[in-house]
Every structure is written in structure tokens, then in C-alpha cells.
């Protein structure tokens, strides 16, 4: 089945800097991979997706990259500020599957 | 439009108490899941109904059981709680194209 394996499980920036999420995926089938940040004492919340026929995706300070040779996919964000601190989850869905599997999680502490 | 409500938002029983956590979608979603979470860890599936009429388990099962009650509606039950079932719970919903919708979960403690 599909592993997911998420890169680093907590990472500190600066107020201002970027932060880069790293995910690898093993089903080379998989075919749609969802971010989720998660705010203390709530549920995840999608913030961006992409999907295999896609190599980048755009929403304001996000973005999504996919490297499908490598089976990787990486969450940016830019001019970090304090409330983008939370957990980020990726997780991937293969194309023969009706669930998603999750990334173990990163923990982000923007520092002001 | 209130998406995945998820009751009670907190709870807490005794060991060997039974109680069933409900969670409900009005997305008209076809597939629903019940994930726990436990501290410092990531988000385990315990199990999942992929339509009306079907239920799988997940990675960890054991010491669940799970009604699909109707489209809308997906249960999650303890029939004798252990203190290793202390987490918080999240109940999710999806169409299948695009990725989950999660409540905003239960947390149970049991002592």
C-alpha cells in the first residue's frame, strides 16, 4: 500500500522567512496529494492540493510542487508570519483508493 | 452550511464504560472515516465507510466498532473503554475528488 514519509517533524523560522515541508510518496499510482494544517484544538483543514497532471500550484504565500519522477511533493510558504504556526500534514490518495494516507505531520513555530 | 459536526466535543468515562461518538456531514459525501490522534502523533485511521452500506477496517481497529447509519451519518463505538483509547477523535467526510472534510473532533479521556 501506499507509505508517506514527511520531512522535518518540526521546523522554526523567522517572522518573514520561508518554510519549506518535504513528502515523499511510494505508490508511483497515486494521483492526488492534499496539505492540511492543523491549529491547536482544532481539525485539519485543507489549505492547497495538487494533482498528478499538475507540477506547481499557487494560492497567495502557498505553494505546492510535485516532482512525480521522484514521487515527492513539497509545501512552501512564504513571508512567514506568527499565525501560519501549526502542524502541517501531506498526505497522499492513490488512484485505486478511496483514502488518504497521511504524512506523520511537521511542526511549524514562526518566531516574531 | 456546517460541514462535519462531530458529539460530544468532550467526554469522560470510566473504564469498561461503553459510549458511541457521533458524527454527521451535509456535503452529501459518499465516503466517511473516524481517525484518532494522540499526542505528538500523527492521524491514525481506525475505520472508514467508502459508501452507504460498507464499513473497513482501518490500521487500528481493535476495540471499535463502526455504524454507517445512512449517507449522512457515521458512528464510532466503544463497548468497553480502555485507558489506551484515551485520544482525540476525528470524524471526516469525502467525494472521493478532492481531499477530506474534518470535524473538529472529541476528546476522551478514560480513567
Known amino acids: 500500500g501506499e507509505n508517506v514519509e514527511q520531512h522535518p517533524s518540526t521546523l522554526s523560522v523567522q517572522e518573514g522567512d520561508s518554510a519549506v515541508i518535504k513528502c515523499t510518496y511510494s505508490?508511483?499510482?497515486?494521483?492526488?496529494f492534499p496539505w492540511y494544517k492543523q491549529e491547536l484544538g482544532k481539525g485539519p483543514q485543507l489549505i492547497i492540493d495538487?494533482?498528478?497532471?499538475?507540477g506547481e500550484k499557487k494560492d497567495q504565500r502557498i505553494a505546492v510542487t510535485l516532482n512525480k519522477t521522484a514521487k515527492h511533493f513539497s509545501l512552501h510558504i512564504t513571508e512567514t508570519q506568527p499565525e501560519d504556526s501549526a502542524v502541517y500534514f501531506c498526505?497522499?490518495?492513490?488512484?485505486?483508493?478511496?483514502?488518504?494516507?497521511f504524512g506523520a505531520g511537521t511542526i511549524l513555530r514562526v518566531k516574531s | 452550511n456546517a460541514g462535519v459536526t462531530q458529539t460530544p466535543k468532550f467526554q469522560v468515562l470510566k473504564t469498561g464504560q461503553s459510549m458511541t461518538l457521533q458524527c454527521a456531514q451535509d456535503?452529501?459525501?459518499?465516503?466517511m472515516y473516524w481517525y484518532r490522534q494522540d499526542p505528538g502523533m500523527g492521524l491514525r485511521l481506525i475505520y472508514y465507510?467508502?459508501?452507504?452500506?460498507?464499513?473497513d477496517k482501518g490500521e487500528v481497529p481493535n476495540g471499535y466498532n463502526v455504524s454507517r447509519l445512512n449517507k449522512r451519518e457515521f458512528s464510532l463505538r466503544l463497548e468497553s473503554a480502555a485507558p489506551s483509547q484515551t485520544s482525540v477523535y476525528f470524524c471526516?467526510?469525502?467525494?472521493?475528488?478532492?481531499?477530506?472534510?474534518f470535524g473538529s473532533g472529541t476528546r476522551l479521556t478514560v480513567v
Open positions: 505508490d508511483s499510482a497515486s494521483n492526488y
Open positions: 465507510s467508502a459508501s452507504e452500506g460498507t464499513t
Open positions: 471526516a467526510s469525502s467525494d472521493r475528488q478532492y481531499g477530506y472534510t
Open positions: 498526505a497522499a490518495r492513490s488512484k485505486d483508493g478511496n483514502k488518504l494516507v
Open positions: 495538487i494533482r498528478s497532471n499538475v
Open positions: 456535503m452529501n459525501h459518499n465516503s
